[in-house]
């Protein structure tokens, strides 16, 4: 039931699948609307399958922008949105969303902005809009820092740890899995998800894929992400004869069937909410990722899977041949992962968090955190 007098929250985030981020939108939206707001989305760009699941949820759903990276379309959208809905509060997910939400603000005034970060913000306009925002949500202790650095008050940051509940997939088998995505149903699979830009640092990735193809064989690799490196990624992937066992989707609606079947999770480099890390935790899959904030604060290491240095290169490969070639281990790692993510990242407690600093927001006049 919708709280009379309410006006809408609406969740401002990019084209996104429901693993990190994207997830974090869907739960935070269920979690609004059982509070009794009525909820909407406004989608900026790009792709992806949680819009569609969204609407089939039963939310309204409105797309800015195809383009694949958020811009002034979007924020020019944004702001004849809020002059129709007349929105209470704009959740925007990302640094980007963050300062869409604050320049379209500028141009139609009136609801309050609740920033949800999970990197450190860059110089210029995404600095910009999050001392923009009525509130800044930050999804770890080093973000909430690099926030206060970049001048946000204190007083308006949040810290909200992200909660998890694994995500039911359609019903595919192991074989319609690897018939829809080409793979081998009798390989060994992994999964990254990660936007292709040079932060992330694919790159890595895409060596240790190569050093493990010539120690076992039988793998393949899932990459999910899209972003400016989408070509160099599939040209070095040929150019590194590991092609064949690189499959790179820009989006992928059956993410949630393909999770709990790969062997392991690995992340690069830095990426929102650990790209699917949290997500693997939940249906008991070992993470290994090169060390970064939101992986320190998601994998306990050498426990639910591995934190590896940058450097030496070589780790990040070895780690995951570790687990890759390791039962028990794999299956040690799984188990903790499951119980982890049970026992540290409730949604409840996420959710509840949020909605918090959403009606902290309110009692603001907007543009005042």
Not at 339 to 346: C, S, V
């Amino acid at each position: 039931m919708t709280k009379s007098g309410r006006r809408p929250i609406l969740h401002l985030t990019r084209g996104l699948d429901p693993v990190g981020t994207g997830r974090q939108v869907e739960l935070a939206a269920e979690a609004c609307r059982a509070a009794g707001h009525e909820v909407q989305i406004a989608i900026t760009a790009g792709a992806g399958s949680c819009a569609g699941r969204l609407a089939r949820a039963g939310f309204v759903v409105h797309t800015l922008s195809r383009r694949p990276r958020p811009g002034i379309t979007a924020a020019l959208k944004l702001a004849r949105l809020i002059r129709e809905i007349r929105p209470g509060t704009i959740v925007a997910w990302g640094r980007r969303q963050v300062a869409i939400a604050a320049a379209a603000r500028r141009v139609a005034p009136g609801p309050a902005v609740v920033a949800v970060v999970g990197l450190a913000p860059r110089p210029g306009l995404e600095t910009w809009g999050l001392r923009q925002a009525d509130r800044v949500v930050a999804t770890t202790a080093g973000v909430a820092g690099a926030c206060r650095r970049a001048g946000v008050l204190e007083t308006a940051i949040d810290l909200v740890i992200p909660g998890i509940e694994p995500v039911a997939g359609s019903g595919l088998s192991r074989g319609q899995v690897a018939a829809r995505l080409g793979l081998r149903p009798d390989t060994v699979w992994t999964l990254c998800v990660a936007p292709l830009d040079p932060s992330t640092h694919v790159d890595r990735l895409l060596w240790a894929i190569d050093q493990l193809g010539v120690v076992h064989k039988g793998l393949e690799h899932v990459l999910v992400g899209s972003g400016p490196l989408l070509a160099r990624v599939r040209r070095r992937a040929r150019l590194q004869h590991c092609a064949e066992r690189l499959f790179v989707f820009p989006w992928l609606d059956c993410l949630p069937d393909l999770l709990p079947r790969v062997r392991l999770v690995w992340q690069p480099g830095e990426v929102a909410d650990a790209g699917c890390l949290l997500d693997g935790m939940a249906h008991g899959v070992a993470a290994v990722a090169v060390e970064s904030d939101a992986a320190a604060a998601i994998v306990a290491d050498d426990q639910s899977g591995r934190i590896v240095a940058a450097d030496p290169i070589s780790e990040f490969p070895r780690r995951a041949l570790g687990i890759i070639e390791d039962d028990a281990l794999a299956a040690r790692y799984g188990s903790a992962a499951r119980a982890r993510a049970a026992a540290e990242f409730p949604v409840a407690r996420s959710t509840a968090a949020l909605l918090a600093s959403i009606e902290r927001a309110l009692t603001l006049e907007p543009g005042r955190g």
